[in-house]
């Protein structure tokens, strides 16, 4: 009997991080069940993090526009968040999820805290040393960032000073990707997916409060976002802490030298580090991308870097409700099955996250090119937007619209080889997507200019995924379940409808033109997405799919 027939044979259940799990005779098993619905827990509070994001980006746009200014401020905000998937969401979860799931399934909580306290206070001193470094090579970070913003020589003043105020804001989300490695892994998804609405909560206050309040007192009123940022992290810290705090598992940060002397000597911590390695490499390979393409930005015309930002935050939507929130789920899953030598599970949760993958990501990345200006008109043509960068913006969109599946699949691939403490293998895959990447930039930015960058970052991430399932199955670690063919089929066939609805969409209405009558536009996409989704999941129904039974396997 399969897993899934096990898992609904069962009649009892039980209570798991507020979800419930049907309880068999192979329990560890049977937890693949809860996938969804601990996903889509995840999903819809991303949701409402990115909806609140979009409300910060659209004030910020409306607000400031997209100038020298903008560009200071995105480029001054990159730089902690850069440093901070480096040494947070990046390298430092991918290697310490992997040895906290194990130590938690065969040594259990108490030797497992005291690798969290250790863990905790080698990263706390390490963070320290690099925001006092940060904060005073911010020149030297900005010029290597984006050196054109060299051209207006008081933007680049302005980004040297946010680079500074912002600095700190590495060390709060260091040690809150710490958290939220210890809450995922105990199964506690819910606050870590929540905090971040934290920040975009101060950033819109910084914007909408803030900025005027700094122009009163004759200083550059975007100074204010910067402290928005700052705030942010502080509270998201505060709120993850606490959670642990009720778990028991409040980590311990040794002040003393001895103390980090020992955490140092710890073989967890060195498995930690050594992991970090390559998983550092991987992270800096991709961000090394980014920065190239930021430099590349800054020296096209004014705005470049503003552009790219926007259509960024738009296609941030479908990759976190989608990927972040089932990389978030599989990583620790994943890690247990592997620690628990359950290739069957470890099979079974990676064909189920890559089901889904394509089920719901294909729809989106349909939607971000063929439907790519209502979008952006709607959520950005307001105040300083003009209807020419609403254009600028909807190129950069499309352009990761290309590459929607690819950057999803990512998310649920990466994890299959973390969790089995091989970091190696995709450092070496993303290397050489890197160097792809770039030579598509020489090859298309002199025709496509900004929206280049986002179309070969697009392509290298369908590259990037179909070479790490690749490796999966070439393994034997991933075997795919029956019924993939008639499956692709059926999504193919969807997504053709809702094409051709959306490109009628498209051109039906002069999206740009409406805006002064901003209540019918913003109903309009809402009735065109409500009737969007309708098309495909109906479509999917004729087609066959039984969706109930597909979540729920």
């Known amino acids: 009997m399969d897993v899934v027939s096990k898992a609904f044979d069962s009649t009892s259940y039980a209570p798991a991080v507020g979800v419930r799990l049907w309880r068999g005779p192979d329990a560890a098993t049977l937890r693949v069940v809860s996938l969804f619905k601990s996903a889509s827990v995840i999903s819809l509070l991303t949701l409402v993090s990115r909806i609140t994001g979009l409300v910060r980006e659209l004030l910020i746009a409306s607000t400031f526009g997209a100038s020298a200014l903008t560009d200071a401020f995105n480029v001054a905000f990159r730089i902690p968040n850069l440093f901070r998937r480096f040494f947070a969401e990046g390298a430092f979860s991918q290697a310490f999820v992997p040895v906290l799931a194990a130590s938690k399934a065969q040594r259990g909580e108490a030797a497992t805290k005291v690798l969290i306290d250790r863990a905790a206070t080698v990263l706390a001193w390490a963070l320290l040393g690099i925001s006092i470094i940060g904060v005073l090579g911010s020149p030297a970070l900005v010029w290597a960032m984006a050196s054109g913003l060299q051209q207006n020589p008081h933007g680049f003043e302005v980004s040297v000073v946010m680079t500074r105020w912002m600095f700190p804001y590495i060390a709060f989300m260091s040690l809150v990707a710490l958290a939220a490695g210890v809450l995922n892994t105990w199964r506690h998804f819910a606050v870590p997916a929540a ?131 089932m990389g978030v789920v599989l990583m620790p899953q994943l890690a247990l099955a592997r620690a628990a030598g359950n290739a069957e599970k470890y099979s079974a949760m990676l064909d189920w996250g890559l089901r889904l993958v394509v089920l719901l990501a294909v729809p989106c990345a349909v939607a971000l090119i063929a439907f790519a200006k209502p979008l952006v008109a709607v959520l950005y043509h307001y105040g300083a937007i003009t209807e020419f960068d609403v254009q600028q913006i909807t190129h950069a969109l499309m352009g990761w619209g290309v590459g929607l599946i690819g950057i999803v699949a990512i998310k649920v691939l990466a994890p299959g080889y973390y969790a089995s403490q091989d970091t190696k293998t995709p450092v070496r895959i993303a290397i050489i997507v890197l160097v792809i990447t770039q030579l598509l930039n020489i090859a298309l930015v002199p025709i496509f200019a900004h929206a280049a960058l986002t179309l070969s970052i697009g392509i290298g991430a369908m590259i990037n995924a179909v070479w790490l399932l690749s490796g999966l199955l070439w393994r034997g670690s991933y075997k795919p379940e029956a019924g993939w063919r008639i499956f692709v089929l059926q999504v193919i066939a969807a997504s053709a409808l809702l094409l051709i609805f959306l490109m009628w969409a498209n051109g039906a209405f002069d999206w740009t033109q409406m805006r002064s009558e901003s209540i019918k536009r913003i109903s309009l996409l809402a009735l065109i997405l409500v009737a969007s989704a309708a098309i495909y999941f109906v479509a999917l129904w004729a087609a066959g799919l039984k969706l109930r039974q597909f979540l729920r396997r």
């Not at 122009?215 to 810290?237: D, F, H, W």
């Not at 970090?276 to 870097?305: E, F, K, W």
């Open 195 to 325: 905090t971040p609405v934290l920040l975009n909560l101060c950033m819109i206050a910084a914007a909408w409060v803030g900025a005027p309040w700094f122009k009163v007192l004759g200083l550059e009123p975007i100074y204010a976002l910067a402290g928005g940022v700052l705030l942010g992290g502080v509270l998201q810290l505060g709120v993850q802490m606490m959670a642990l705090r009720k778990l028991g598992l409040n980590p311990h940060i040794g002040l003393r030298w001895s103390e980090l002397r020992t955490a140092w000597a710890d073989p967890d911590t060195k498995s930690i580090l050594k992991l970090m390695g390559p998983a550092l490499l991987g992270v800096s390979v991709a961000h090394i991308s980014m920065l190239i393409n930021t430099q590349i930005a800054s020296h096209l015309a004014p705005g470049s870097v503003s552009w790219i930002t926007y259509a960024d935050r738009l296609m941030e939507f479908p990759t976190a409700m989608l990927g972040v929130a």
